[in-house]
């Protein structure tokens, strides 16, 4: 049972795990840990994680780092991973540490607080612990306990009634070990009513080393607040990511989220957004390039529990050699949530027979004034395309890399930046070429 492991190394390692974190982070640790032990990590047995094996990915024996021992070297100096001419304050996490030695300052506005949510835990006690584990329930999800019971550290942001953050930010996760290495990290961002802001999360694996990370996000929205949240993992493929998204809206409130994968090796994303004022607007999209044995596998719920709210949800995977895509989305109307528009779609292309695609949109409708539509499609490149780009003298490969292209770009273009949409649209197009996916500029490349 590979369960008892974690719960063993639990107990013997909990005042340690306790003494490098917070009070507000240690207070859910027990009512976590037996959770865990009631439910285990998700078997293939559970509708929801049927095409991935997570307990599997455990099995390795991995390190971690407890006792918060410190990489010696600054990122701001050999990881330069911002977008060219996008205005970012950059941020890092390393494994699963904020890095705190150098940080950006200017132009932060008035009230903002950004950084370890470790530290804010211990500074602002009260007003972490009032968000902290509120919307991630580990009741329900054994990755999500189990994060929780070993989680020290991870990134906080908050941003008070009516500030307009102008411009975006930008969180690096950094993997660096020299052995075979487990992070486990949170993310915690609030935002008041009328707040705005833009966050890019970019996932990168830097050593050639098997690596497993635990991510949860929590995510509050107040009214009328607009959030753009833009995820990219360019890891390698001995990564592991198994990232779950929690997000909370009020009224009128406008979020929209944009998951790209474009390197990995095992990837599980859970979202679960929850539509909870009138007129609230969510916008969730995603695109998946996998090839050789990885796998993709991204899961949605989206609970409209309001009247007068909209979803729009579109999710391409492009799948070549052996790689393996899964989605699983699910939208639910509850009773009384008329004027509802919802909107599922999912369309894949498996370039080989040996691709496999696993797709499952779903709709539950509890009302009965509504709009709403799901659909799925899995296929091939369209060959009569393919033959008229190749009679117009453009290269097999070329031409294929075009229409791969062209199947991917309308994700894309719902980013609501323009310096990264560009740049996006030239990272996809490197993948397709067969060339390195991590971004230009990067020491480790």
Known sequence: MIEQQYIDLFRQYREIIDKHSSEVLNALRDQAMNDFRCSGFPTQQVEEYKYTDIGKQFEPDFGLNLNRLPIPVNPYEVFHCDVPNLSTHLYFVENDSFYDKALPKAGIPEGVLVGSLKTFSQTHPELVSNYYGKLADTSKDGTVAFNTAFVQDGFFMYI?????????VQLVNILRADVDFMVNRRILIVLEDNAQLKLLICDHAMDNRNFLSTQVVEIFAGENVVFDLYELEANHDKTTRINSVYVSQQTGSNVLINGITLNNGVTRNNYHVGLYG?????????????????????????DHAVPDCTSN?????????????????????RKGSQKTRAYQS???????????????PQLEIYADDVKCSHGATVGQLN??????????GIPENEARMLLMFA??????????????????????????????????????C
């Open 346 to 360: 999912n369309k894949n292309i498996c370039m080989t027979r040996e691709a496999k695609m696993f797709t499952k």
């Open 278 to 302: 009138r007129n609230a607007e969510t916008h969730l999209y995603g695109m998946a390039i996998a090839d050789e044995e990885q796998k993709i596998d991204n899961f949605s719920f989206i």
């Open 313 to 333: 949800e579109l999710y391409k995977y492009v799948l070549d050699d052996q790689a393996t895509g899964a989605f699983c989305g699910k939208i639910l109307v």
């Open 407 to 444: 199947f991917v770009s309308d994700v894309i273009d719902h980013v609501r930046l323009e310096v990264l949409e560009e740049r996006l649209h030239r990272l996809v197009e490197k993948r397709f070429r067969g060339e390195i996916g991590k971004c230009e500029g990067c020491a480790s």
């Open 383 to 392: 060959d009569d395309a393919l033959f008229y780009l190749r009679s117009r």
């Open 160 to 168: 008070p009634k009516n500030v307009v953050w102008e411009y975006p």
